[in-house]
């Protein structure tokens, strides 16, 4: 079966840097994306990364080892704003998305 | 600027009764999907639309259907409600079909199903 694993939440302090993993088994691959979620709104488009390596869009960054089916997605300079869930999806050879049941991270002053 | 309109935000419905939400995009984007997003699971595909006139079925699409008339509108019925559809449904529009860009999403439509 196919499968995104997240962690379901994080606790991180304004200001300080925070990572959210995520782990992939899927029948292929064909690119990650990771998306932003406040509660009780749309998801919107953070990142998308096919190759392996680092894509740096200001204070977020997302990281792909398609070797070891990871991505990682870290935010820096945390601001309360950023206290939302985190979706990983992954797009399978058949260019089927699958998602992740999302990582919460809560920002505390 | 619209994107992706959906209504109605919420309904609560009795079950055995059809609804239908509706979703309509202003980007002229080929593709369009409808997601049902539930407490731990990820979001799931219940149908989607790579082009006007022209749907497929998603991970779940038991007890929907869609149609796609025009490249604007995209509307989800259910025909005979059961409680396990309480939910909040998304519908979402890429550029081009078979996931090959980022998803524009609607702000939801959350259903209660009684």
């Known amino acids: 079966g196919q499968n995104i694993d997240q962690p379901t939440e994080m606790t991180a302090t304004e200001g300080a840097i925070v990572q959210i993993n995520c782990t992939y088994q899927?029948?292929?691959?064909?690119?990650l994306f990771w998306y932003q979620q406040h509660a009780g709104e749309a998801p919107t488009f953070l990142s998308y990364?096919?190759l392996d390596g680092l894509e740096e869009k200001g204070r977020f960054s997302s990281f792909l080892s398609r070797s070891k089916g990871y991505s990682y997605l870290l935010l820096k300079e945390l601001q309360m704003k950023d206290s939302a869930s985190y979706l990983c999806a992954v797009r399978d050879s058949n260019y089927q998305l699958i998602w992740g049941a999302g990582t919460k991270l809560i920002i505390k002053p | 600027t619209a994107g992706i309109t959906q209504a109605p935000t919420s309904q609560i419905l009795a079950a055995g009764r059809s609804m239908t939400l509706r979703c309509t995009q202003d980007m002229r984007h080929n593709a369009m999907y409808w997601y049902r997003q539930d407490l731990g699971l990820g979001l799931r595909l219940i149908h989607y639309s790579n082009t006007a006139g022209t749907t497929g079925k998603g991970e779940v699409p038991d007890g929907y259907s869609v149609s796609r008339a025009n490249t604007d509108d995209f509307p989800l019925t259910l025909a005979s409600a059961v409680p396990s559809q309480t939910s909040v449904y998304f519908c979402?529009?890429?550029?081009?079909?078979?996931?090959?860009?980022?998803?524009?999403f609607g702000e939801g439509s959350r259903l209660t199903v009684l």
């Open positions: 990364n096919v």
């Open positions: 979402a529009s890429s550029v081009e079909g078979a996931n090959t860009g980022e998803l524009f």
């Open positions: 899927t029948s292929g691959f064909n690119g």
